[in-house]
């Protein structure tokens, strides 16, 4: 859950970055800058994902072979069942394992040969929960920049799309942090039954 805030609140930069270019271009006041690079690539990394799922292995073994009664606590079974069934629930289905419109729509508008030197050079990964965006130089002018940004404006589309992901991501960040929050209530409650 640590690494999805990390990672979720890096993603975010990059949406709000994209949302400042994209409403002023929207409000007819036209973006002015010297360099268009870190917007386009704001719309990219702005469409990055990383689904979080709950792990119950274990729980579910212990329920599916009725063993929950191993744990004295009724408080406990109590905890752990809520905690498990929100995880498992509407709001986590949507927003913690939520894939975006725009995510597909925005790559589909930024020729493959940027999205390939971007995964090339502006992203980093150790392993599925170790993700890294990066900043980085652009492989076209500013000026060729500026023209893509400008055909991606045309769509009205883009910009609500990106409003809507900026909204799940707020929501997904809340709910994440109410999770982790949850999960250490449990993890105190399990210790103590242990030490019992």
Known sequence: MKLRVIFWGDVSVYINRAL????????HDAKKTEEYWPYLL???HGSQVSPFEVTNITYNELQ????????RKQSLR???ATYYSFNEGMAANF???HIPAYRNYIRGKIPSKITKYMWKHCFKVSDFEDQELLDCDS???NEEVKILLDEIMLDKLVLQHLRSWSSTQISANQLIVNNMNSANSVIQ???SEIQQ
């Open 20 to 27: 400042t270019y994209a409403e002023q271009v929207d409000q």
């Open 42 to 44: 704001a719309f990219f």
């Open 64 to 71: 599916q072979a009725g063993q929950l009664a191993l744990i």
């Open 78 to 80: 109590t905890q752990l």
């Open 95 to 97: 927003l913690l394992r």
């Open 139 to 141: 492989p076209i002018t």
């Open 189 to 191: 409650l399990v210790q």
